[in-house]
């Protein structure tokens, strides 16, 4: 996995009010347990006050339990003093609490478009009008062209600098910016807090936009288009 304060990874349970999620960054350590403190609190008599840790070890997640009373299984099976690796889809039990461990998935990542050679005698770049068009989020209907060759994006404040300035509390600021290089428009994550998202993919290193592709910032959705 690439070094990132990006979410590259989840955590899913039910509760009785609906499927609940926590995002995991590399180098996040999180607690489950009874007692208020810990990052997942599991309102269970059966469950320890501090009964299990998921952390990032060499490059991946792994749970251990922390000698808790009825133990911390994955997939059925009992993670005694050894921590347990964390894979895709694993089941994470503590007593009758399910959580469910899964990759976040990834956008493409920009690898050789930049060297390849272009299409010249088009024209197609002297009628491109790009722009943000919002979909979802506060700021619903608003539109914002792409002029230049850079666009930045987050939270709306006085002190703003940025291009976008979006009115949703759950957007960084700076959040995200686009650029244009070599002719294509490349989204890129600024180490926001909740992370960007393409297409609902996590946006990890820099991705080439296409035209009607959705991306996601806090509660907010905007649509890129070329034309």
């Not at 050679?117 to 539109?143: C, F, H, S």
């Not at 509390?169 to 490349?186: C, L, M, Y």
Request: hydrophobic fraction near 40%; aromatic fraction near 6%; proline fraction near 5%.
């Amino acid at each position: 996995m690439p070094v990132t304060n990006q979410p590259v990874a989840r955590l899913t349970w039910h509760t009785e009010a609906g499927l609940q999620e926590y995002l995991l960054k590399p180098g996040d350590i999180i607690s489950l347990g009874r007692g208020e403190s810990n990052s997942i609190v599991i309102n269970s008599p059966k469950v320890s006050r501090n009964h299990a840790r998921i952390e990032w070890s060499d490059g991946r997640f792994i749970v251990r339990d922390l000698n808790s009373s009825n133990g911390t299984f994955v997939n059925a099976q009992r993670v005694e003093t050894m921590p347990w690796p964390l894979e895709e889809g694993d089941e994470i039990t503590l007593e009758r609490f399910q959580i469910t461990f899964t990759i976040a998935p990834l956008a493409k990542v920009v690898q050789d478009r930049f060297s390849m050679r272009t299409i010249a005698g088009m024209g197609k770049a002297d009628v491109q009008r790009p722009r943000l068009v919002v979909t979802e989020g506060p700021d619903v209907g608003q539109e914002f062209p792409l002029v230049g060759e850079s666009l930045a994006i987050g939270r709306a404040s006085q002190n703003a600098t940025w291009d976008v300035r979006l009115n949703d509390r759950t957007v960084s600021r700076p959040h995200a910016r686009i650029e244009k290089k070599s002719g294509a428009f490349v989204l890129i994550d600024l180490g926001s807090a909740n992370g960007t998202t393409l297409n609902d993919l996590f946006v990890i290193e820099p991705v080439i936009l296409n035209e009607g592709d959705v991306i996601g910032l806090g509660v907010t959705k905007m649509v890129f288009y070329l034309l």
